[in-house]
């Protein structure tokens, strides 16, 4: 008999297996980014993107959260992540291996509020940390991006995003 932890290890195992095939195929890129709806109380959301810049470095971006690894964004890229209300630690690192010092960065901790959805913009300058954009800018630059899917999030903060429940009343 099959309990929840069998269930989950499944379900796991057959998205790192649908993960790598897509990443197999030259399939490192997903769906193109459209508006993210809104996150409940409980949430804050967070998009992470690397535009597609002239000076974009050709290898990726390890992004942590809460100092663990969620996503590896090539240029054009991006990635959300919902996580808990309240302080975090959220970092990019620009070609990371084989050291993975990234996720050590001090000075990126962050409160972010719930019901709230943040768009962290990666640096293509190494020295600097990634740094939080407005939406409407984002936005712009999120145009003709697409979600990264040759990575499995491996940050046990992260939770499946939770819609508003205005949201949700609004679309019934």
């Known amino acids: 008999m099959f309990n929840a932890k069998k269930i989950f290890q499944i379900a796991a195992l057959g998205l790192a297996i649908s993960s790598s095939t897509h990443a197999l195929a030259g399939e ?5 980014y459209s508006a993210v709806p809104p996150v409940s109380t409980a949430q804050a959301q967070v998009v992470v993107y690397r535009p597609t810049a002239p000076n974009a470095t050709s290898g990726a971006a390890n992004v942590y959260v809460d100092r663990e690894f969620h996503a590896a964004l090539l240029p054009g890229g991006y990635s959300t992540v919902c996580v808990a209300a309240g ?3 959220l970092t990019a690192a620009l070609n990371d291996a084989p050291q993975y010092k990234g996720k050590d960065a001090k ?3 962050f409160t972010l509020a719930g019901g709230n959805t943040y768009f962290l913009r990666v ?4 020295s600097k940390a990634p740094h939080f954009v407005k939406r409407d800018s984002a936005e ?3 145009a003709g ?7 499995l999030s491996r940050a046990s903060s992260a939770q499946a995003c939770n819609a508003s429940m205005v ?4 679309s019934q």
């Open 28 to 32: 490192a890129f997903g769906a193109p």
């Open 140 to 142: 712009r630059e999120l």
């Open 107 to 109: 000075a990126s901790w």
């Open 145 to 151: 991006t697409r979600q990264q899917l040759q990575a």
């Open 87 to 89: 302080a975090h630690n």
């Open 123 to 126: 640096n293509e300058d190494a």
């Open 167 to 170: 949201e949700a009343s609004l």
